[in-house]
């Protein structure tokens, strides 16, 4: 008979399901459900609710649901306090879990207050990501669970860094309408604007004509850098949600 408290039981089966369907996958897709649309028409900010497939865009294997009090999310809105869970289907085990405090939303010159969140599995935390100091173009860290820095991540930049390369992902006017990416470099890596390699990228895809019209659903293409282990995937899906409330929402 096992003595090992109930606790430490789910701590072990979520390390097992994030493992299961995050350590081989090198892309995903997360989709913003139109949870609350009437809400939304009305002017009311709904919970974001996020359903999680894997590569082929077919299995939905997760979903999380935000927690965050109604009055916070219509007053203080993008910038409000939230946590949110991403749980397996069937199980309800928690493959990880991102929390984001109140902090000033994302501006430049800023000297405190950064915009962050830390991203925990089982209890155990996997890393965070935090808002930097920047002029033009907004830039962000990601840093493990012992705050050593892994990635930056920022939109792709043309004139030297100081501003957003609208035409990254293809032209706005054709292929690349509406779409929107946050590329994934390494730590030390100096050069990151202009055509510098990056090892991954966040991208915000087109949405639907009912979605576009009803709510601020949006949806987002993952891809992983290939040197990635399991708790930095994690952390970079927290950074997905992450940016969602911080850019996407607040543009809509």
């Known amino acids: 008979m096992s003595l090992a408290a109930p606790g430490t039981q789910k701590m072990e089966r979520s390390s097992e399901a994030l493992k299961t369907h995050v350590s081989a996958a090198q892309k995903m897709s997360i989709r913003q459900t ?3 649309w009437c809400q939304e028409c009305m002017g009311c900010e709904a919970k974001d609710q996020f359903k999680f497939f894997k590569e082929d865009d077919k299995e939905h294997f997760a979903t999380a649901l935000e927690e965050s009090n ?3 999310r219509c007053w203080c809105s993008p910038c409000h306090p939230f946590k949110l869970a991403v749980v397996e289907n069937g ?5 990880l879990s991102m929390d984001r405090p109140c902090n000033c939303c994302v501006m430049s010159c800023k000297c405190c207050c950064y915009q962050q969140a830390s991203v925990t599995s ?3 935390l996997m890393g965070s990501i935090k808002e ?3 002029c033009c173009v907004p830039q962000f860290k990601t840093y493990d669970a ?5 990635y930056k991540i920022h939109a792709p930049t043309c004139i030297g860094g100081l501003c957003i390369n609208c035409c990254a992902e293809g032209n706005p006017c054709g292929k690349g309408c509406c779409k929107a990416s946050l590329r994934i470099y390494p730590a030390a890596q100096e050069k990151t604007d202009g055509d510098a390699p990056y090892l991954g990228m966040i991208l915000k895809k087109p949405k639907s004509l009912a979605t576009e019209i009803f709510t601020d659903a949006n949806a987002f293409d993952l891809s992983f850098p290939e040197s990635a282990n399991t708790d930095e995937k994690a952390l970079l899906i927290g950074s997905a949600m992450f940016f969602n409330a911080n850019f996407f929402e607040k543009e809509e």
């Open 122 to 124: 089982g209890g155990q």
């Open 146 to 150: 012992e705050g050593k820095e892994l």
């Open 132 to 134: 930097q100091f920047f």
């Open 34 to 36: 139109r949870k609350g």
């Open 91 to 95: 199980t309800n085990s928690e493959l």
């Open 70 to 72: 109604f009055c916070i």
